[in-house]
């Protein structure tokens, strides 16, 4: 089991992770108002700057909301697992979706119109908290990224990523190491960090000359999570 101790790396602070998880959130109310579809890996749900018909749900499987630049530089912004809901800013302020959705693992989607969103929402108290709770945890994930690409170093960068992934896919041995069940490539971090593979791979390869980190296979262990702490305070 995850010891949450271990992620208290500001004062008061629990790291946030780009990994958008809310497995607790309550939708069933509207899975009956939408449709319940199956997406393929790499398949867009809709495009940077796209209006959409519907709001969406993640029931299983992920999806990476991203952004392009005009030289086809690709960040991304947030990943969404079980429990959470995209697609959602259009609802608001009648702007087209800021990000592009792209299935990045095979996934369960309900799709639910954009109107009948509203009018559940508005008539439930719970449905409403369930998304401003939503909105909040991408926001918290927004602004340690802006901190992170505007004033850090590449290894603090890389080392926030592992203890995020630790967070929230990390299972505790009994050696104080951690386990990652999570998979995912040198590009995935270089995405989400705005570094180069190339530097991601060096850090990463740093790291594990040092014994911070270990791979066994395509799977990755945490061997001094202290360590890390430090590289990201």
Same mark, same amino acid.
């Given at each position: 089991?995850?010891?949450?101790?271990?992620?208290?790396?500001?004062?008061?602070?629990?790291?946030?992770?780009?990994?958008?998880?809310?497995?607790?959130?309550?939708?069933?109310?509207?899975?009956?108002?939408?449709?319940?579809?199956?997406?393929?890996?790499?398949?867009?749900?809709?495009?940077?700057?796209?209006?959409?018909?519907?709001?969406?749900?993640?029931?299983?499987?992920?999806?990476?909301?991203?952004?392009?630049?005009?030289?086809?530089?690709?960040?991304?912004?947030?990943?969404?697992?079980?429990?959470?809901?995209?697609?959602?800013?259009?609802?608001?302020?009648?702007?087209?979706?800021?990000?592009?959705?792209?299935?990045?693992?095979?996934?369960?989607?309900?799709?639910?119109?954009?109107?009948?969103?509203?009018?559940?929402?508005? /008539?439930?108290?719970?449905?409403?908290?369930?998304? +401003?709770? #939503?909105?909040?945890? %991408?926001?918290? *994930?927004?602004? @340690?990224?802006?901190?992170?690409?505007?004033?850090?170093?590449?290894?603090?960068?890389?080392?926030?990523?592992?203890? /995020?992934?630790?967070?929230?896919?990390?299972?505790? +041995?009994? #050696?104080?190491?951690? %386990?990652?069940? *999570?998979?995912? @490539?040198?590009?995935?971090?270089?995405?989400?960090?705005?570094?180069?593979?190339?530097?991601?791979?060096?850090?990463?390869?740093?790291?594990?000359?040092?014994?911070?980190?270990?791979?066994?296979?395509?799977?990755?262990?945490?061997?001094?999570?202290?360590?890390?702490?430090?590289?990201?305070?």
């Amino acid at each position: 089991m995850t010891d949450y101790n271990d992620f208290k790396i500001f004062k008061d602070n629990i790291v946030f992770s780009p990994w958008i998880q809310l497995p607790k959130n309550d939708w069933s109310i509207l899975e009956p108002l939408g449709n319940k579809k199956f997406y393929k890996r790499n398949f867009i749900i809709y495009n940077c700057n796209e209006f959409s018909d519907y709001v969406y749900i993640v029931d299983s499987g992920r999806v990476e909301l991203y952004i392009v630049d005009s030289e086809g530089n690709k960040k991304v912004i947030g990943i969404c697992d079980k429990g959470s809901l995209f697609g959602e800013l259009q609802l608001f302020d009648g702007k087209p979706n800021y990000c592009t959705a792209r299935i990045c693992r095979d996934a369960w989607v309900f799709e639910i119109q954009k109107n009948v969103f509203m009018d559940a929402i508005l /008539s439930n108290n719970d449905l409403m908290l369930s998304n +401003l709770y #939503n909105l909040t945890t %991408k926001m918290r *994930i927004l602004y @340690t990224q802006v901190e992170y690409l505007s004033f850090k170093p590449a290894e603090a960068k890389v080392a926030l990523m592992f203890i /995020s992934m630790c967070k929230d896919f990390g299972v505790k +041995l009994n #050696n104080n190491e951690y %386990k990652l069940n *999570i998979t995912f @490539t040198h590009s995935d971090i270089a995405n989400m960090t705005g570094l180069s593979r190339v530097t991601v791979s060096n850090t990463i390869m740093n790291l594990t000359n040092q014994g911070i980190i270990r791979k066994e296979g395509s799977e990755y262990f945490i061997c001094d999570i202290g360590y890390l702490k430090k590289l990201v305070g």
